[in-house]
């Protein structure tokens, strides 16, 4: 199994605020390697896939990169929508999740 | 534009099946494999794993939950369906049903549908 380990739990940040989360698998997952927003009662959505690659219709401000072990997705400038839990997803050797990183308004 | 929708009971007693539907419309059923995640309340993501409407139906499910679910394809009613058995209270979470992108990502994803493990 490929244990996704993503840091920081939670960050506490300010609208406006260029932030870097990360992402550490267990083992090489290349770029198989995907990133979700889910905001409070709401469905998860798909921001990047192959880990660097924006989804349909994600602003330019996401963006993902790294490979093998080390990744991260870095908001440019963050709005106040953007407030929300983000999970990474490796998907090289079967599926696994990160646990997931908290974005809280500073 | 593809759309997901989970139904099934939304209690399930202590030792028995917890089945669920999803119902897939705007896209075709046989174009793309489709999964199943799960999400306990207050908590993260986990996988249950995905299945292809192949004739042989091929799957791949989470080695943590493989010998207790079952997943299948029915073409007709393009529904993707999920059951797991003998579950317990750590079963209790919204389920959810999403459609596998190019690669095994999940690119679009059901409302998600709450299942609690009760008595």
């Known amino acids: 199994e490929v244990v996704m380990t993503q840091s920081p739990a939670t960050l506490s940040v300010s609208p406006g605020e260029r932030v870097t989360l990360s992402c550490r698998a267990s083992q090489s997952v290349i770029t198989n390697l995907a990133w979700y927003q889910q905001k409070s009662g709401q469905t998860p959505r798909l921001l990047i896939y192959g880990a660097s690659t924006r989804a349909t219709g994600i602003p330019a401000r996401f963006s993902g990169s790294g490979s093998g072990t080390e990744f991260t997705l870095t908001i440019s400038s963050l709005q106040s929508e953007d407030f929300a839990v983000y999970y990474c997803q490796q998907y090289k050797t079967g599926v696994n999740f990160g646990q997931g990183t908290r974005l809280e308004i500073k | 534009q593809v759309q997901l929708q989970e139904s099934g009971p939304g209690l399930v007693k202590p030792s028995e099946t917890l089945s669920l539907t999803c119902i897939v419309s705007g896209d075709s059923i046989t174009s793309y494999y489709w999964g199943w995640i799960r999400q306990p309340p207050g908590k993260g993501l986990e996988w249950i794993g995905y299945i292809y409407h192949s004739a042989s139906g091929s799957t791949k499910y989470n080695p943590s939950l493989k010998s207790r679910v079952t997943m299948s394809v029915d073409t007709s009613m393009s529904q993707v369906s999920l059951k797991v058995n003998s579950v317990t209270a750590a079963d209790t979470a919204v389920y959810y049903c999403?459609?596998?992108?190019?690669?095994?990502?999940?690119?679009?994803w059901g409302q998600g549908s709450l299942v609690t493990v009760s008595s």
């Open positions: 999403a459609r596998l992108g190019a690669n095994y990502y999940f690119d679009f």
